[in-house]
């Protein structure tokens, strides 16, 4: 995984609420069992008028030219909610996506941005507001910094917006290490637990 | 100080605080599905890593199996049959027990893992399915996970997560007749919305719960994630330790006693102290549907779709103008006055034996109304047989309703022939997002005796106003 310090880029926004992980990437277009591909997929059913011919629908805001090299989306309160599919961040990463912000998040989906190096940020929803008015300005460059080592977004007014990420999500994000090598560090700690635990709870072992 | 049910299930699973503010938590049962089991499977071959802990670990095909009677070997979704076959190859390529499309243990992962004693009283469970905090009506300490988590998991027999904090839903009181517990979940989530568990392990409680089946209490639970919970779990109780026993994965008898012991503990303190705390008066609570897009979106039946006064605070956002515009409904029409083009049960909210049993009562002797398209798909191939066994099939058969073999179906489009654009669709699954169940399909969220009563009606209605008609 690529470790992630910064992101800056073009920010877009699709301001809904509950924003689930069917409509990230509809279960229909998830045709092959891997993690790579997927970007074509990424809101299928908003972004095409029609799923055969994948007729670009010109009002879904990722079509638009001032959006065409998006890397950061911002969302509304619970994004990500509903399916564990992991798929919804396959496809974010594989379309371009590098960072979402959003006032609120999906416990799964949240887990497996920071599993996968997509940075989510979550924003209290004022700032967010305030973020998405300046983008939306007609004339407004719609670039958006985050860094994520000093725990703020800056809009393009350039006042910064400080957001919390726990210590070991920023770690792994900004490491880009392999989560089961950083947990088999732990290893005899494992195994005293399991020795421990054979005794005080036979009946949970097969 | 009195521990709370999720404390006490967290200390005995705890291996060690990690540096960072996570924890290593000991996971004792690990589910995988054919959509997204395989590939964690092959994440873990690719690092050259092999599974800690073979025997915990159980596979079903499920997602995308086709259910059609007398099913080939085949997925309902073109082409899926990859995922089928991957799941195969891996499983048998790890050495896990798999129950494949024709075993009699085949079922959606979240109803055969408590049918078969998998998923048991203070066990951990995880799976890469957000539904898995179904199993926590069980006093099960589960999670649903990412697929690189379950990949983890499946390596170390641990997961890292960061504490959640608790939260007690209290349902205080009797319920009103007709008034069932998928009711209860769309009640509090339309409250207090579907992130209003988000962040915390919510434990259900309360006088209306312990009255509740484990059938019940598994509906619930399952929706614990449409409410954004992290996990939902439910005290042990005789009602809990009798179900749990003599279950063919379950404990070996000569063990049954103590582990009897240890389950009976798992309760919270009568003064334990959650971080939050939600009360519900049972008897407030009314048969429930949902109108829009979200679980959030729901109302009682009978009444109208709300207007601007429910919308949201902050002018921000049109979510709610684009759900009625994806579901066809008005402000202020009445709910009951949409008519129904179809009606499913099924899913691992409401797949369950008993919710095909509550169904049939309302179905026995009535006809769906015509130009329904209504479909039963029960949760697993144990519960086909046992209803059968019960003459149930005849009673969904005649009613003219399809009767199919197990697995989530149509709780989720895969790309079969199923419901229409356009149609409105009746259903007792969880999750009503945009084309969840087809490309614009409009879903309305309900009990199985909602649903089966309004089959009959051929537009919304409970089952005790169905019965007034």
Redesign the interface.
């Known amino acids: 995984m690529t470790p992630i310090s910064t992101v800056v880029g073009t920010a877009v926004c699709l301001?809904?609420?509950?924003i689930?992980t069917?409509?990230i990437i509809?279960?229909?277009e998830?045709?092959?069992?891997?993690?790579t591909g997927l970007g074509p997929s990424l809101f299928a059913?908003w972004r095409y008028l029609d799923?055969e011919k994948r007729e670009p629908n010109p009002e879904f805001i990722l079509n638009s030219q001032k959006y065409h090299d998006a890397r950061i989306l911002i969302a509304?309160?619970?994004f990500g909610?509903?399916?564990?599919?992991?798929h919804a961040?396959w496809a974010l990463k594989d379309y371009g996506f590098d960072a979402v912000i959003a006032p609120?998040f999906?416990?799964?989906f949240y887990?497996?941005c920071v599993?996968?190096g997509l940075l989510p940020v979550v924003l209290e929803?004022q700032a967010v507001?305030g973020i998405?008015k300046q983008i939306e300005t007609p004339g407004i460059s719609p670039e958006v910094r985050i860094d994520l080592l000093r725990q703020h977004v800056i809009g393009p007014d350039g006042i910064e917006h400080a957001f919390e990420i726990?210590?070991?999500n920023k770690?792994m994000l900004s490491s880009g290490l392999?989560?089961?090598a950083?947990?088999?560090k732990?290893?005899d700690?494992?195994d005293a637990?399991?020795e421990k635990?054979r005794e005080?709870?036979?009946?949970?072992?097969? | 100080m009195a521990m709370t049910l999720f404390d006490k299930l967290w200390e005995?699973h705890l291996?060690?605080q990690?540096d960072?503010?996570?924890s290593?938590i000991?996971i004792?049962r690990i589910l995988l599905h054919e959509?997204?089991g395989?590939?964690a499977l092959?994440g873990l071959k690719s690092?050259n890593?092999s599974v800690v802990l073979p025997?915990?670990v159980f596979c079903t095909i499920d997602h995308?199996v086709d259910t059609m009677p007398g099913r080939p070997n085949k997925a309902r979704?073109p082409?899926?049959e990859?995922?089928i076959q991957?799941l195969r190859d891996s499983a048998r390529s790890a050495g896990v027990t798999l129950f494949d499309v024709d075993d009699p243990n085949q079922g959606i992962v979240h109803v055969i893992a408590p049918e078969l004693g998998i998923a048991?009283p203070?066990?951990s469970v995880i799976c890469?399915?957000?539904h898995t905090c179904t199993l926590g009506a069980l006093g099960t300490l589960t999670w649903?996970?990412?697929?690189?988590?379950a990949?983890?998991a499946l390596?170390?027999?641990?997961l890292?997560i960061?504490k959640p904090r608790t939260m007690k839903v209290c349902f205080d009181g009797e319920l009103v007749p007709g008034v069932v517990a998928k009711d209860m979940m769309l009640h509090l989530i339309a409250e207090y919305?579907?992130?209003g568990g988000?962040?915390y392990a919510v434990e259900f409680s309360g006088d209306a719960v312990s009255s509740l089946s484990m059938s019940g209490r598994m509906t619930l639970c399952n929706m614990a994630?449409e409410f954004?919970a992290?996990t939902g779990l439910i005290g042990v109780d005789d009602r809990t330790i009798e179900y749990v026993a003599k279950r063919p994965?379950g404990?070996?008898t000569e063990?049954?006693s103590?582990?009897t012991n240890?389950w009976l503990q798992l309760r919270s303190g009568s003064d334990a102290t959650f971080d939050a705390t939600i009360r519900i008066c049972a008897s407030d609570i009314r048969p429930m549907v949902t109108w829009g897009?979200?679980p959030?979106h729901a109302i009682p039946l009978g009444t109208s779709v709300p207007g601007k006064k429910k919308r949201?605070q902050?002018d921000?956002?049109?979510?709610i103008d684009?759900a009625m515009n994806y579901m066809g409904v008005q402000s202020a029409k009445n709910i009951s006055d949409f008519t129904i083009n179809g009606a499913f049960i099924g899913s691992c909210t409401n797949g369950r034996l008993e919710d095909l049993r509550k169904a049939a009562v309302v179905l026995k002797g009535k006809r769906v109304a015509p130009g329904v398209k209504a479909i039963c798909v029960p949760g697993s191939t144990q519960t086909k047989i046992a209803a059968e066994s019960e003459g149930l099939d005849k009673v969904f058969l005649d009613a003219g309703f399809e009767w199919r073999e197990s697995g989530c179906a149509l709780c989720?489009?895969?790309?079969e022939k199923g419901f229409a654009e356009g149609d409105r669709i009746v259903s007792s699954t969880n999750?009503n997002?945009?084309?969840?169940q087809g490309?614009g399909v409009r879903t309305h969220l309900a009990s199985p005796e909602t649903v089966a009563a309004s089959a009959i009606a051929g537009h919304i209605v409970s089952y005790t106003s169905g019965q007034e008609d």
């Open positions: 301001l809904r609420d509950n689930d069917d409509t509809p279960s229909r998830i045709k092959v069992v891997s993690k059913a799923s509304g309160e619970n909610c509903g399916s564990s599919r992991e961040v609120s999906g416990r799964i887990e497996n599993y996968n929803l507001l998405v726990s210590e070991a770690e392999d989560h089961i950083v947990t088999e732990y290893i700690a494992i637990f399991r635990d005080k709870r036979p009946w949970a072992y097969l | 005995d291996v060690a990690l960072d503010g996570n290593l000991a004792d959509r997204t395989a590939i092959y690092k890593r025997k915990h995308i979704m082409g899926g990859v995922f991957a048991l203070g066990l890469p399915d957000s649903g996970v990412g697929s690189t988590e990949e983890h390596a170390t027999g641990t890292r960061k919305s579907a992130s988000s962040g994630v954004g992290s994965f404990v070996r063990l049954q103590a582990a240890y897009t979200s959030e949201d902050v921000r956002d049109t979510s684009k989720f489009y895969a790309g999750r997002f945009e084309g969840r490309p």
